[in-house]
């Protein structure tokens, strides 16, 4: 499983609407945020991750469903949306899915959550998780992607 990444986004938002700032300062999302390959990304508020995600839409997409969603279809968008202003999104790729087949990042992000609440509570705003077996590779991508935030995770168990 050949992981890139992450790709680190700033957003500011409100419960409305939300602007992206990549870090070349372009207001949109690009790279591989912007493929169709298999993502996962995490969004954090002041360094914590609030919720964990696997797509394999374009971000730009994802982020409009889950800005714009209001129950019609019983889902309610990002609940995060509602807390706080600003956030990083930080934005992996599996670069080498047979097919575009997201399983592995599905599996990877349940690893994600699990490590993100050993660490101490559930991501705030988590509202959903998918389950599939895991083997020593998927928690393997999931530790080195929980290195992103072991900042956090340190003031946490501190």
Request: proline letters at 5%; a negative charge; hydrophobic letters at 40%.
């Amino acid at each position: 499983m050949k992981l890139i990444g992450p790709d680190v986004y700033s957003l500011k938002y409100t419960p409305d609407a939300y602007t992206v700032l990549c870090a070349k300062g372009r207001p949109n999302f690009s790279g591989i945020a912007s493929s169709k390959a298999p993502k996962l990304y995490i969004a954090s508020i002041d360094g914590a991750p609030v919720y964990v995600g696997a797509t394999k839409r374009p971000m730009g997409e994802r982020m409009r469903v889950g800005w714009k969603a209001a129950g019609d279809t019983g889902y309610y968008g990002y609940q995060w949306r509602h807390n706080g202003s600003e956030a990083k999104l930080h934005v992996w790729a599996h670069d080498d899915a047979v097919d575009r087949s997201h399983l592995d990042m599905e599996t990877v992000e349940a690893e994600v959550v699990f490590l993100i609440r050993q660490a101490g509570q559930w991501p705030l705003f988590q509202t959903e998780i998918h389950f599939h077996p895991s083997n020593e590779c998927h928690r393997q991508v999931a530790a080195e992607i929980f290195a992103t935030y072991s900042a956090w995770a340190d003031g946490v168990s501190e």
